[in-house]
C-alpha cells in the first residue's frame, strides 16, 4: 500500500507542481482515497490496479479513483474514531476538504469514488459549494 500512495502524492505533484493553489488538498485526498481503494476496494491479486484521474474544469479541480470494487461494502463516512485509533478517518477528511463534493459509483467491475474541489482555494467563495453530488 505504501508504494500506491507515495505514487499517487508523486503523481499529483508532477500533474500540479508543489506550488499549485490546491496542491496541499489534492494531495492529502489523493492519499485517503487511494488509501481507501487500496485497503477497502478488495483487490483479490496482485495484478489488480488502482487508477487515479485528476481534471481541473473551470474553478473545480476532480479526483477520481478507480479500484477493483470486488467487496459488498459501499464507501461511507464513519464517525470521528477515538484520537488512539490508526485509522477510519479518511472519507471524513475527503468530505471535509472538499465541502462534501464526493461521491462513488459501481462501474460493474470495479468503483469509482470521486471529489471536487475548488482548483484555486484562495480565489473561490468561502461558501463553496459543490457542482453535482451524483455520480
Known amino acids: 500500500m505504501d508504494k500506491s500512495v507515495s505514487h499517487a502524492r508523486a503523481e499529483v505533484r508532477e500533474w500540479l507542481g508543489a506550488d499549485h493553489p490546491a ?63 490508526e485509522g477510519g478517518r479518511g472519507l471524513f477528511i475527503v468530505s471535509h476538504l472538499t465541502g462534501g463534493a464526493w461521491g462513488f459509483r459501481d462501474l460493474g467491475v470495479g468503483r469509482l469514488v470521486w471529489c471536487e474541489f475548488p482548483a484555486d482555494p484562495e480565489a473561490s467563495s468561502a461558501a463553496f459549494v459543490p457542482l453535482a453530488r451524483t455520480g
Open 23 to 85: 496542491y496541499e488538498t489534492a494531495r492529502l485526498v489523493a492519499s485517503e482515497l487511494v488509501t481507501n481503494a487500496v485497503r477497502h476496494g478488495g483487490q483479490s491479486v496482485c495484478d489488480d490496479r488502482v487508477i487515479m484521474k485528476m481534471a481541473v474544469c473551470d474553478d473545480l479541480l476532480r479526483l477520481e479513483v478507480i479500484d477493483a470494487g470486488m467487496t459488498d461494502s459501499y464507501p461511507a463516512i464513519g464517525g470521528v474514531s477515538a484520537a488512539s485509533a
